[in-house]
């Protein structure tokens, strides 16, 4: 008997085996037309100023809507596009996209909101890095302020001086940078101190657990403190109750994020939220 079960056994592990590697293939064959046939979208979740309320940002979320397979995450999807090399058509048209799309939001009237893109360590690999964003913001008309870009530690580890120098050069375009996911990697902290960027987004989880335990409160309010005491721009993501918006508050993170403030949403949704400069002119007019 126990033989037999350990025959099914393997049998059941092969077949899942063999069925996640047909979907990876699935994915992987699809993805190499996504770009062309228009199957790729960008949307946008709004960042506010914890203290005013004001929406001053916000983060540009790629999603794939495919006829049959329908939307596929992009956890699904993105580290695949990392591996096969995607991601550099991809990150390239989701950069170019979003300054245009910001640019288009400016020329229309709308207060200017600051557009933060994640960028995968594999474009972090390529010289022209520096090139593509500076034309992006050439040909959108986009002033580089308005535009952020929010890396990872485990990509400011890999090469180190050739990240620095990069971030660098980035950083004295007027492009802002920022730590994303921080706390999930495995850096040190002098290390990460050497990284010119302005500012750092907590991971979802530290905002999750924090209701939870006291210490886990505890590590998110010294997080917190971290970041001010190195005079950075903290923004908390995954935001979902009134009661972590209160927390934030109070131990005085500087931006918030999170589906109890808005969810990501296509553009148009978005610019319903966005404020017309003009209102306040109005009396002007
Ligand atoms: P991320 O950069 O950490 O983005 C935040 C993720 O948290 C997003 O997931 C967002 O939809 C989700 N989120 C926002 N608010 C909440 C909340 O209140 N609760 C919860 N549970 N989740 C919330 P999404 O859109 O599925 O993206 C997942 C990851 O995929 C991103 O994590 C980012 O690493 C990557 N990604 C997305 N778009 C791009 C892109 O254009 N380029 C690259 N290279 N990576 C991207
Ligand atoms: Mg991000
Ligand atoms: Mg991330
Ligand atoms: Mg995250």
Redesign the pocket.
Same mark, same amino acid.
Not at 237 to 240: A, I, L, M, W
């Given at each position: 008997v126990a033989k037999a079960q350990g025959r099914n056994t393997y049998c059941f592990y092969e077949h899942q085996w063999e069925k996640q590697l047909k979907e990876r293939q699935l994915i992987e064959s699809n993805l190499r037309h996504a770009l062309e046939r228009k199957q790729l979208q960008l949307y946008y979740?709004p960042q506010f100023d914890t203290m005013t309320e004001k929406m001053i940002g916000v983060?540009?979320?790629?999603r794939w809507f495919h006829p049959e397979l329908g939307m596929i995450?992009? +956890?699904h999807f993105?580290p695949i596009a990392e591996e096969t090399g995607l991601?550099l058509p991809i990150?390239e048209w989701?950069l170019r996209t979003a300054c245009r799309q910001a640019k288009e939001w400016q020329e229309r009237g709308f207060d200017p909101v600051r557009v933060a893109?994640?960028?995968?360590p594999r474009q972090f690999q390529q010289q022209n890095l520096v090139a593509t964003v500076e034309s992006a913001l050439y040909t959108s008309g986009l002033e580089p302020q308005w535009l952020e870009l929010?890396i990872t530690e485990s990509l400011a580890m890999k090469d180190a001086e050739f990240t620095i120098a990069m971030l660098k050069d980035l950083r004295a375009m007027g492009v802002s940078l920022m730590i994303?996911?921080f706390g999930t990697g495995y850096s040190s902290l002098s290390y990460l101190m050497r990284f010119p960027v302005e500012g750092l987004k907590i991971d +979802?989880s530290f905002v999750r657990d924090s209701i939870e335990s006291n210490s886990s409160a505890l590590l998110l309010a010294s997080v917190i403190t971290l970041g001010r005491n190195l005079n950075m721009r903290v923004i908390a993501?995954?935001?979902?109750t009134e009661k972590q918006l209160t927390f934030l508050r109070k131990h005085q993170c500087d931006q918030v994020?999170?589906?109890?403030l808005g969810r990501?949403m296509p553009a148009a949704d978005l610019e319903k939220q966005l404020n017309k400069v003009s209102d306040d002119d109005d009396r002007f007019s």
């Open positions: 979740q983060e540009v979320l790629i995450p992009p +956890n993105i991601i990150g989701v893109i994640n960028l995968s929010e994303d996911d +979802n993501e995954g935001v979902e994020q999170g589906y109890l990501p």
